[in-house]
């Protein structure tokens, strides 16, 4: 038999929906540390006293693996970018009750943040993450897997190679390509 960690996720994910606890421990195993690397730092440091990134991921997988009978998988990498997406809606959700929560205290407005980037500097970063998102959005959800899993996830080759049950060297060649796609789909953004 083929250990669980070795196993592709949507093996396990049939294994998880049959009701194997094995299979389900090993998807935490899998996906738990990516979605901690990813969600490092993306909860504003205002909204961290609610609730620590470490949490929200837990949720996150936790939240994906209740409604697992309901998920549908498009190809390699979709359970992650659907752990992805929970994950961010998430961190929206806690950003959006932080802004309703009244201040507890008045802020010296002559004291400056140094940590923070400039209104400009947001909004620039703001609309870059707004143009990649909406490139990414443009490729075939195959390309938009392995451009999740190696750049926003920071998989290895081999990692993905496992995970789309291809070589390395040619995963190395799909990321490559699905990148200039990517790059293409933002040309006309950045216009």
Avoid: C
């Avoid at 659907?82 to 950003?95: C, K, S």
């Amino acid at each position: 038999m083929v250990s669980p960690a070795a196993e592709p996720t949507e093996v396990l994910i049939r294994r998880v929906r049959a009701g194997e606890n094995p299979a389900r421990d090993a998807l935490v195993r899998r996906f738990l540390p990516l979605l901690r690397q990813w969600a490092h730092g993306r909860l504003p440091r205002a909204a961290r006293d609610l609730h620590e990134t470490e949490d929200l991921v837990q949720l996150a997988l936790m939240r994906a693996l209740k409604q697992i009978n309901s998920f549908e998988s498009e190809g390699p990498g979709s359970f992650l970018a659907y752990l992805r997406q929970i994950l961010l809606n998430q961190v929206r959700d806690e950003v959006r009750r932080l802004m309703r929560r009244p201040e507890s205290s008045e802020i010296d407005p002559e004291l400056a943040d140094t940590e923070l980037p400039s209104p400009v500097e947001q909004l620039v970063g703001h609309e870059r993450l707004r143009a990649y998102e909406a490139a990414l959005a443009s490729l075939p959800k195959r390309q938009q897997g392995l451009i999740v899993m190696r750049l926003e996830f920071g998989m290895s080759y081999p990692e993905i190679a496992a995970e789309v049950a291809s070589s390395p060297d040619a995963v190395r060649v799909m990321v490559a390509r699905a990148l200039v796609q990517l790059a293409s789909a933002l040309k006309p953004l950045q216009a």
